[in-house]
């Protein structure tokens, strides 16, 4: 299972009733959208094989993902955060899952990449991560 935590522009504070439901389908929509994509970049699409349920859940940043892996038979795989502006923020959601999950957590750290690679990759697309041959690069 797939998961992806979003909250709403701003939080959820008292204007939480005020939004149209459009907008907040919209939002829906996008966390959906960044979700398929995050398995397309990783993965290349879902596995073949393998049964992936992807959801997205509204939720405060690390409270979804320890109420959908919430037996104790669950194995939560979370990144272990990084290096840059946001790595305060991702390293509260990792302390959070830390703290409340009833299951076990795989935290996996972000392995270190050299500037002038992570340039390069940043700016790859996934084709020319394509096997040579036929159907890849080569072929």
Avoid: Q, Y
């Amino acid at each position: 299972m797939a998961v992806h935590e979003w909250h709403p522009p701003g939080g959820r504070g008292p204007d939480r009733g005020r939004i149209p439901p459009s907008l907040v389908e919209l939002w829906e929509n996008l966390a959906s959208a960044r979700l398929e994509t995050a398995l397309d970049t990783a993965f290349g699409g879902r596995p073949a094989g393998v049964r992936t349920d992807l959801v997205t859940i509204e939720s405060l940043p690390g409270r979804g993902l320890c109420a959908v892996a919430d037996r104790n038979d669950d194995l939560l795989v979370i990144g272990a955060g990084g290096r840059g502006p946001w790595k305060r923020l991702r390293g509260r959601v990792r302390r959070h899952v830390l703290a409340k999950s009833c299951c076990p957590v795989l935290t996996v750290p972000t392995p270190f990449v050299p500037w002038r690679e992570g340039r390069r990759l940043r700016r790859a697309s996934p084709s020319d991560f394509a096997p040579a041959g036929p159907g890849g690069r080569d072929g």
